[in-house]
């Protein structure tokens, strides 16, 4: 989700990979600045940015039917990447929605936990590794690889270690450009994930154990999805990307936030070994641990993965006192409405705790905190995130001890998800 800022915005750092301005720092500068909606592009489309619960629930809820998911960047998606579930509208969409959606019912989240554990085992033996000749580990690298696998696991019921590295690895340098055909990072990312997409389904096509009910079954069941080659590799491409770019974001940076806070880290990880005593936590150990859940939304309040959420006016429209002419693009920042002082107190600031306040949460106006989106396309991988981030933070909390090694604080930067500007350096020891 590159996007070009209003130039008259501050000067911005510059962003890795040719991403050029640094999108998320000047949004924010913007919102202090320009208020609650204000125009945050130059050229055309003319773009909004609005940053105000009651506006979140005007676009995204009470207008859906009036805003539409054909923005630039969503159109260019579509055409490059993938047209599927993340893109499509109208019945098309209903339809991809209503055969995918049991796919992600509460009845297969114990499977889901179970791959968790089994993948965050697999890490640690890499990572004991790393921990015993004391050589740092490159985090985010690491958090892609594993929930790119987790994801495949559990969407697909395929082993995706063979493409692991390839798909994070070329993805990573491919989405700074990510719809600029002209790049070539970007060309040679856009084969890789449609050969390795392809290569998924042929897998899942050789499994001998018959139909199981996850993602992937659903879509080779269905005549109608299954219909072209291209369709199927579409809701690969777009249920992998949008499953395990998002839960990466969230277990890095909530795992840096570990790092830098460890009076926090210390006393999550104390409660979790009250809860478990000596075995991994477990998805039944969740409910008994509100602080790792505080800990999880505090992260994804500072990081929301999708730091914005864009929609096309299909009719002229008014929000608060400002015009909204037909064709305008309206959008909605998570990273901004997450920071806004007047929801929350020293917002800046990773403190779980006010997500363990009772009374705050009354308080606080719906639509300020809304990392899965809003509305009817709200994220259709919620149940699943939900249960992943914590066990896979929990149960890497209780092996080990984290220590930052890189100098000064890494700065996120605004792409498809908000990853980190620079590698983030971590020393591991045994917790
Ligand atoms: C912490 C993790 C995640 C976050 C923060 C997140 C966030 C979001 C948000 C904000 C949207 C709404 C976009 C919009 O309104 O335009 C969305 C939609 C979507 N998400 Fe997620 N997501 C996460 C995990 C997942 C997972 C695990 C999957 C799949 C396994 C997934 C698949 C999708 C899909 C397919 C859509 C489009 C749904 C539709 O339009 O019907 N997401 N996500």
């Known amino acids: 989700m590159t996007i070009s800022i209003d130039t008259t915005a501050p000067p911005a750092t510059s962003g ?45 809820v009470d207008g859906a039917d009036r805003y539409s998911k054909d923005t630039p960047i969503n159109a260019g998606f579509a055409t490059t990447i993938a047209n599927a579930l993340l893109t499509s509208e109208g019945a098309t969409w209903r339809r991809q929605r209503s055969l995918m959606q049991p796919a992600f019912s509460k009845r297969n989240i114990p499977a889901v936990a179970t791959i968790v554990g089994e993948q965050v085992g697999r890490l640690a033996a890499r990572w004991d590794q790393a921990a015993a000749i004391g050589a740092p580990i490159d985090l985010h690298a690491d958090t892609t690889q594993l929930m790119f696998r987790i994801t495949s696991l559990a969407l697909f019921h395929v082993d995706s270690e063979p493409w692991d590295a390839q798909m994070t690895d070329i993805l990573g340098k491919a989405l700074p450009v990510l719809t600029d055909v002209s790049q070539r990072p970007f060309r040679v990312a856009q084969i890789a994930i449609w050969d390795i997409s392809q290569r998924i389904v042929e897998a899942r096509k050789a499994q001998q154990n018959g139909h199981v009910d996850d993602v992937l079954g659903r879509l080779l ?21 949008s499953g395990y770019e ?5 277990i890095t940076w909530g795992l840096y936030m570990l790092a830098q806070h460890p009076d926090v880290a210390e006393q999550l990880r104390s409660q979790i070994a009250d809860v478990t005593g000596e075995r991994t936590l477990a998805l039944e150990d969740l409910r008994a641990l509100p602080y790792l859940n505080a800990v999880v939304k505090e992260t994804m309040r500072l990081y929301p993965p999708a730091w914005i959420i864009g929609r096309r006016a299909l009719e002229d429209d008014r929000i608060g006192e400002t015009d909204i002419p037909a064709g305008s693009v309206v959008a909605v920042s998570p990273y901004t409405l997450h920071r806004h002082p007047r929801y929350w107190p020293d917002p800046d600031r990773f403190d779980p705790r006010r997500f363990m306040d009772e009374r705050a949460e009354r ?7 809304i990392p899965f989106g809003a509305g009817p396309r709200t994220c259709i991988g919620t149940n699943f995130a939900q249960v992943e981030a914590p066990l896979v933070l929990g149960q890497l909390l209780q092996r080990y001890r984290m220590r930052l090694v890189n100098d000064g604080e890494v700065q996120p930067q605004g792409i498809f998800v908000i990853v980190p500007q620079q590698p983030i350096h971590i020393a591991l020891s045994a917790a």
């Open 16 to 60: 890795q990979g040719g991403a050029g301005r640094d999108p998320l720092r000047v949004l924010a500068i913007l919102a202090r600045r320009k208020g609650d909606i204000f125009v945050y592009t130059t050229g055309q489309p003319q773009s909004f940015l609005v940053n105000r619960p009651e506006y979140v629930r005007h676009v995204l």
């Open 221 to 241: 069941q269905s005549g109608d999805i299954n219909a072209t080659h291209r369709a199927l590799r579409d809701h690969v491409v777009t249920m992998a990307l």
């Open 246 to 250: 998002t839960t990466a974001s969230v």
């Open 363 to 369: 308080d606080r106006p719906a639509f300020t905190y």
